[in-house]
């Protein structure tokens, strides 16, 4: 699943190649993905110019001229591609197709589904139900240490599980909450509350492996418009996820893997010792 930096990236690189692109024929292959498209869909986008694309957690929000917004999140599987409109050949779950007014098509292709493309208001775009549960998002000085040092005051739940509930911060999912986790030296499994006192040095962790990854994800952009939209993660970032059994990078112990929540956790016992909570900072 495309978490935060992967998202940005896609918006980046729809941003550049369809801001002030005017929408000129929409073509739905089917009549849903995750929810239903709504009725309204293909005339409010036909003939409206696209004025920006912006990122909320992990959507993706079309700004359009006549004020509505088309807010899209990719799912699961979810890709988002542009592409001369003479190179288009139709692939299986290519469902959404504009085409746009410089000869370029846009192309939503989602083999599982759980990607979708709904209308918001002008002013919705806070209280929609998608996206008014949604805490801060993690690059913004809305997420301060201020902010987040009260906010896990009284959380028992395990630390990576508090940082991965949207309504504390958005866009910190399974990969990045291992990875800051290592970057700060805390344990995963520690109660969020004893976290506290480091939210300034979990805030400037969790930025900086965000950060990196999308400007690893940069590097990408133009291939990504032109071609097959791809992205994957950015693996050769990654510290811990998806190490275990390798050897740390800083004590060079094995790196372990454990299952919260259903999910799996990379961490260095050594470096992220359950019963000091003692942080080190960045010694990459
Ligand atoms: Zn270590």
């Known amino acids: 699943m495309p978490e935060l930096p992967e998202v940005e990236t896609v918006c980046r690189g729809l941003a550049s190649a369809m801001t002030g692109r005017r929408i000129v024929r929409v073509t739905l292959n089917r009549p849903d993905l995750r929810?239903?498209?709504?009725?309204?869909?293909?005339?409010?986008?036909?003939?409206?110019?696209?004025?920006?694309?912006e990122r909320r957690a992990k959507y993706l929000l079309f700004m359009l001229d006549h004020g509505q917004i088309l807010l899209a999140h990719l799912g699961m599987s979810g890709k988002m591609l542009v592409m001369q409109a003479s190179d288009y050949t139709p692939k299986p779950h290519d469902h959404v197709l504009w085409e746009l007014d410089n000869g370029q098509l846009f192309v939503f292709n989602d083999a599982r589904r759980f990607g979708l493309m709904c209308l918001l208001g002008a002013d919705e775009q806070e209280k929609h139900p998608l996206l008014a549960h949604l805490g801060p998002e993690p690059l913004s000085?809305?997420?301060?240490?201020?902010?987040?040092?009260?906010?896990?005051?009284?959380k028992k739940?395990?630390?990576?599980?508090?940082?991965?509930?949207?309504?504390?911060?958005?866009?910190?999912?399974?990969?990045y909450a291992s990875e800051a986790l290592f970057m700060c030296r805390l344990s995963p499994f520690i109660p969020a509350h004893k976290a506290s006192k480091h939210a300034g040095l979990l805030i400037s962790?969790?930025?900086?492996?965000?950060q990196a990854a999308i400007e690893s994800g940069g590097s990408t952009l133009r291939d990504y418009v032109r071609s097959d939209g791809d992205l994957g993660y950015f693996q050769h970032h990654f510290q811990v996820y998806g190490r275990?059994?390798?050897?740390?990078?800083?004590?060079?112990?094995?790196?372990?893997?454990?299952?919260?929540?259903g999910r799996s956790t990379f961490f260095c016992q050594t470096c992220q010792k359950v019963n000091i909570v003692k942080p080190r900072g960045d010694n990459r």
């Open 35 to 53: 929810i239903p498209f709504p009725p309204e869909l293909q005339k409010t986008l036909t003939n409206a110019t696209i004025t920006g694309i």
């Open 141 to 154: 000085n809305h997420f301060s240490e201020a902010y987040l040092a009260t906010a896990l005051k009284g």
């Open 157 to 175: 739940i395990e630390l990576k599980q508090a940082l991965m509930d949207q309504r504390l911060v958005v866009g910190v999912g399974n990969i």
């Open 205 to 210: 962790s969790i930025r900086s492996v965000l």
């Open 244 to 261: 275990e059994g390798k050897s740390c990078h800083i004590c060079e112990q094995t790196v372990s893997r454990a299952v919260q929540a």
